[in-house]
């Protein structure tokens, strides 16, 4: 901001000098400032017995505080970890974390109490002002700083040696660039992991309940019923990383409610399976209203209708729920007719 | 696959669909149906339907019908099942007050004894889920921790993590399962009231539904144990903020007023 | 020993106190002389809301404190194993080494539940203090020249504070942190062009792999504090020098700082404010849990809870998220994804909204004079208006990021709230601006009222001829000045289009902007008038009382 643009006459009288501390007569002017009001004296000031009943209560606070701290050892000493009390309003509580808690904050309540009890009655409340000093230095300091700077860069010759001061720029730019080039091994390349998953043609769907796979007639209208893969152990190393693709959420819709063909033709007699994983930021999305067939994501409210292809209805996400194409297998178990069409879980730029 | 997908388009083919699923849903409920009963009991059991159809007549058939058909007010009770009867007057909703997002739970008009013979009315329209026995939702001896698990996996999404209930579409919501009857927590999973889905033995089975039963009870019941103190509804981070706002900044701010007020001078005289 | 030594504090045998000979080795090679003799009785003024700085800086201290307890006993680890501990309703379930740790120390570490509800809850109120500390400073115009370096300090600080509690917040990988990280990936996966890549990088694979505990560990108990404690203390120092502001009072000038000294007055102050932070928040974690992480069982991908929220200082960023719609755009085998993209880039652009505040206000004043006596926010309608109307803003989609509970415990659709608060962040703000303006304004009119008609006692008195007037008390010249003290600026005016040479200069965009922004906040219906010496004489000499 150039100075020229800023026409100095919006800007208020100077304050101070004009308003010194200095009580100007009410004649002259009535707003002036009267100064600092005297002195008044606290009782502790002027009754050497009100000071001393002051005394007493830091004294006091700084005792109970000794005494909170002997409780808080002894407590913790004490208290078995596992004991629970009933306080009343507060319910049934770990005995000892209340213990702690109440010792702990009142030793060091009543340090702070007594202290700022002594500092408020006890020591001098005797109001002071202190100068403030610009902030900026004076001319002649700045005048000097410059000039010594000025005198610093020439005897170093970084405006004349041009060469030098570039290819140091170059270095020190250039540098920095290992240490991005460090952080390539944070992880692998994405490349096509988000568009698959453990489904596969022939993959039975097994109930996240009872570790059974599934059976069509197993599955009630109206009912929900989460399921993964065949073959995923809760003990296995990636199991977190696949069920978190992998989950499926299945349901049952009376055909003629189905509104989507191909919901219809990817189900089995009404039974859809869907992915669990919400399409906008991947929350495992199943707050399943079996009458309305929505099913509504708990983290930002996401609808998805399941009898219309899982379309989204309402909410932030961006694009159907996908379904998995299921079958009947040869042994009357549900099985998967082949891995979801389109990524599951949030979208991603790659996704297209 | 493909054959079918061919011949989809066949003037016939909606009327297959049809039919398969009218035969499928047909072979689940019958699947569902409780085995036949003793035909000793057969009298008394007619007594109870014909007791069970007066109650209804007087609360329930001005929506559902007088043969618990259904009409636009109310869904077919055909094949709801005894159970689902159990739940819904047993936990007050029916019969409803207003029409609503969702049919709130509210005090039970009934006596237990009314209820089964309005149950038994019910399912003697179709056969549905019975009413489960104390053996089946009594949560002794169940795997509590295996039954979180589950929970999570089938319940938390609507109901929160320890059953305190959330929020569904439109002005629907899960409740809190605070203090539920076993015996209702056990229904609801059987038949599946109002919007939420069933979770039949197919697929949770008696001793999963123990289970989920006995981790509810362990994790939200009056005697629950919350080691930290507050539980402070045991809704997350929302509440816990609100909390730190209001008594962890409220209090340091009353603290931070009490340091830097001035004291009491003494009186001029 | 020095031989400067004053004398009078020598003992009979003619030696120093302990604690002087102390002192004075270590001034002999520190020059703690040079630096006590400025800051020892340095003059602090005495205000609470002066002291919201120092609840940040206390629970600082205190999550740093407990911080590096936790550490003694956490395992940064996602190695799967199953839990033994004493918490019945996870036994033999599967988790990550940090879970598992982590319930070792709520369970079985004595006072290790206490020291991690300490941690959190101080950092839930390091944050809120944060927010309040800086709508004071905001609202009082303390960012003024000399300080808007540490203005911006104290935003950093604020941003930074959310990345390291959002980072901790992850760590122990229970199921709603676990599901926190998911949205994370979500967030990154949307950034076009490199996104893929920086969630491979991020999470080394695919999500959610065996790396990021370990990886936020660092971040959150090396990096981001590190770089916190270093502009705490540039903070700090900025604030030793420049010496606190203080409001207009009698006495109070720009040019002097009214208060108590730092010793012993705020020595004992301050610190003693310190254990009372401490305390309060030693007892908020004795009686209230927090992240009761064993409720939620440990991170699985596939498992989730309603009522999934992040801390309340991510809340307006999980807002944004929420009430966006879903835009995707499909070209050339790509995919932009507008409907989480979108939100990323507001959630930046919504703090530095507030944080550029200060060099936009500057621009238009143009004034570059040091100001060291804090603005009544009324005087300022203005910036007061703005601030209300960021509030307001930040509000909204703080309520949108827990619509699930509005709708809940309010018997309200979720998508009603949701549309309201898509609405609302578009017309909110405005509405918010025009009103506290207006209340500015009022306000202003109000002073001005008193000031020249004195204070309405209540009182009324029948005069002679049957009128009844209330009588007004004339201020002390302590309240005139007071009321009076703040300055007010004129409108910008364009300078004249042609210079006394007669060359016609060209007036850019930007001192058209200029002056129309100044005449917004100083115009005339954008401030009211103080009233001027003359005009308070003729009314007091005029009619005497009313």
């Not at chain 1, 020190?172 to 043609?201: C, E, I, Q, Y």
């Not at chain 1, 796979?213 to 009630?220: C, F, Q």
């Not at chain 1, 999305?285 to 930002?300: A, G, K, R």
């Not at chain 3, 930074?160 to 990280?181: H, N």
């Amino acid at each position: 901001m150039s100075s020229q643009d800023i026409p100095e006459e919006n800007l208020p009288a100077e304050q101070g000098d004009a308003h010194g501390a200095v009580k100007v007569a009410d004649e002259e002017n009535p707003f002036a400032d009267p100064g600092l009001p005297p002195h008044e004296h606290r009782i502790q000031d002027i009754d050497e017995r009100a000071a001393k009943r002051s005394e007493r209560t830091v004294a006091l606070l700084f005792t109970v505080s000794m005494l909170s701290t002997i409780a808080f050892i002894a407590s913790y000493v004490a208290i078995p970890v596992d004991r629970s009390i009933y306080v009343w309003p507060i319910g049934h509580i770990s005995a000892l974390n209340f213990a702690l808690g109440g010792t702990l904050g009142l030793a060091l309540f009543c340090i702070g109490a007594g202290a700022v009890h002594w500092a408020r009655t006890l020591m001098s409340d005797v109001e002071v002002a202190d100068e403030r000093h610009p902030i900026e230095a004076s001319p002649e300091v700045r005048a000097k700083v410059h000039a010594d700077f000025k005198q610093g860069a020439a005897e170093s010759g970084i405006g004349r040696r041009k060469l030098v001061r570039n290819t140091m720029l170059g270095a020190m730019a250039m540098v920095p660039l290992s240490g991005v080039v460090l952080l390539r091994d944070l992880g692998p390349l994405p490349g096509t992991k988000l568009r698959h998953t453990t489904w596969a043609k022939g993959k039975k769907l097994v109930n996240m309940n009872t570790g059974e796979p599934l059976r069509p007639s197993d599955v009630a209208v109206g009912s929900l019923t989460f399921a993964m893969p065949a073959g995923l152990d809760e003990h296995d190393h990636d199991f977190q990383k696949n069920i978190a693709k992998d989950a499926l959420m299945i349901v049952r819709i009376q055909p003629d409610n189905i509104k989507s063909k191909k919901s219809l033709e990817w189900g089995h007699e009404g039974i859809l399976a869907y992915s669990k994983i919400c399409t906008h930021v991947g929350c495992p999305i199943s707050l399943y209203e079996q009458q309305t067939h929505h099913v509504l994501c708990p983290c930002h409210q996401s609808t998805f209708d399941l009898a219309d292809a899982g379309q989204v209805i309402f909410g932030p996400a961006g694009h159907a729920l996908p379904q998995l194409r299921i079958t009947v297998g040869e042994d009357g178990y549900l099985e998967a007719l082949s891995d979801f069409e389109e990524p599951v879980g949030p979208a991603f730029w790659e996704r297209g | 696959m493909k054959k079918l997908s061919v011949r989809r388009r066949h003037p016939l083919a909606a009327v297959v669909v049809l039919l398969i699923a009218l035969a499928a849903t047909g072979g689940l409920y019958t699947a569902f149906a409780p085995a036949d009963k003793a035909q000793a009991d057969e009298t008394a059991q007619t007594l109870t339907i014909e007791e069970g159809k007066k109650l209804y007549l007087v609360g329930c058939a001005s929506c559902h019908g007088k043969g618990g058909e259904g009409t636009s007010d109310g869904p077919s009770l055909v094949g709801v099942g005894a159970a689902a009867v159990d739940f819904q007057v047993g936990t007050g909703r029916m019969p409803a007050q207003q029409p609503g997002a969702q049919v709130p739970k509210k005090k039970n008009i009934y006596s237990q004894a009314e209820i089964d013979q309005l149950a038994a009315y019910i399912a003697s329209l179709g056969a549905g889920p019975e009413i489960p026995t104390e053996n089946a939702y009594n949560p002794e001896g169940a795997d509590i921790a295996e039954g979180g698990e589950l929970f999570r996996t089938n319940c938390a999404q609507c109901h929160n993590f320890t059953g305190k209930g959330g929020a569904l579409s439109e002005g629907k919501y899960a409740p809190s399962l605070e203090g539920v009857d076993p015996k209702h927590i056990y229904e609801a999973m059987q038949t599946g009231p109002q919007n939420m889905p069933s979770f039949p033995d197919t697929t949770l089975s008696e001793e999963n539904k123990k289970d989920i039963i006995a981790y509810l009870e362990a994790v939200n019941s009056d005697d629950t144990v919350e080691p930290g103190g507050l539980s402070l509804g045991g809704l997350g981070p929302v509440s816990e903020g609100l909390f730190g706002w209001v008594f962890g900044l409220g209090t340091l701010i009353a603290v931070a007023v009490w340091v830097a007020a001035r004291t009491a001078k003494a009186k001029k005289s | 020993m020095s031989t400067a030594t004053t004398t009078d504090s020598r003992d009979k045998r003619g030696k120093a106190p302990a604690g002087e000979r102390v002192a004075d080795w270590a001034d002999g090679r520190l020059g703690i002389y040079s630096l006590a003799k400025a800051n020892m009785r340095k003059i602090f003024p005495d205000h609470w809301s002066f002291m919201l700085g120092e609840v940040c800086l206390y629970s600082f201290i205190i999550i740093i404190l407990t911080g590096v307890y936790l550490t003694l006993f956490f395992h940064p680890s996602m190695n799967e194993v199953e839990y033994h501990g004493p918490y019945v309703p996870l036994q033999g379930q599967l988790m990550s080494e940090a879970f598992n740790s982590t319930m070792h120390i709520s369970f079985e570490v004595r006072g290790g539940l206490l020291i991690r509800q300490i941690h959190h809850w101080a950092a839930l109120v390091f944050l809120a203090g944060m927010f309040v500390h800086m709508m004071r400073v905001f609202f009082t115009g303390a960012f003024r020249k000399p300080r808007e370096v540490n203005w911006l300090f104290g935003f950093l600080l604020f941003v930074l504070g959310m990345f390291t509690g959002f980072t901790g917040y992850s760590l122990p990988d229970d199921l709603l942190s676990g599901t926190g990280v998911r949205f994370m990936e979500g967030a990154v996966l949307s950034v076009p062009i490199v996104g893929t890549y920086l969630s491979f990088f991020l999470f080394g694979g695919e999500f959610p792999g065996g790396d990021f505990v370990a990886r936020f560990y660092s971040v959150h108990v090396l990096l981001l504090p590190g770089i916190m404690l270093g502009l705490v203390v540039a903070h700090l120092i900025l604030v030793f020098y420049h010496k606190h502001t203080q409001f207009a009072g009698p006495g109070k000038t720009n040019n002097n700082v009214v208060g108590m000294p730092l010793l012993p007055v705020y020595m004992a102050k301050a610190g003693g404010f310190f254990f009372l932070v401490f305390g309060v928040i030693a007892i908020i974690s004795a009686i209230a849990t927090i992240n009761p992480i064993w409720t939620m069982g440990p991170y699985r991908p596939d498992q989730v809870s309603t009522g999934a929220q992040p801390d309340w200082y991510m809340g307006f960023s999980e807002g944004l998220i929420r009430v966006m719609p879903g835009w995707e755009i499909n070209f050339w085998g790509h995919t932009l994804v507008l409907g989480v993209f979108i939100p990323l880039v507001i959630f930046p652009l919504v703090l530095v909204a507030i944080a550029v505040y200060p060099f936009i206000e500057s621009w238009v004043t143009g004034d570059k004079r040091e100001h060291h006596i804090l603005d009544r926010p009324r005087n300022a309608p203005t910036r007061t208006a703005f601030g209300v109307a960021w509030i307001t803003w930040y509000m909204v989609l703080l309520i949108g990021g827990g619509n699930d509970l509005w709708a809940t415990h309010f018997h309200l659709s979720i998508n009603a709230i949701t549309w309201f608060v898509r609405i609302a962040f578009f017309v909110a703000p405005v509405l918010a601006f025009i009103v506290t303006k207006r209340i500015c304004l009022g306000l202003q009119r109000r002073d001005r009222d008193k000031i020249l008609h004195g204070r309405e006692t209540g009182i009324i008195k029948r005069l002679p001829h049957g009128e009844f007037i209330e009588v007004h008390e004339p201020l002390s010249q302590e309240q005139l000045h007071t009321l009076t003290a703040h300055e007010q600026y004129k409108p910008a005016e364009i300078g004249p289009a042609v210079d006394e040479n007669g060359v016609t200069r060209k007036i850019t965009r930007r001192e058209k902007l200029r002056a129309k922004l100044s005449k917004g906040y100083y115009g005339e219906d954008n401030q009211i008038l103080k009233p001027s010496v003359e005009e308070y004489k003729e009314i007091t000499s005029g009619h005497g009382h009313h």
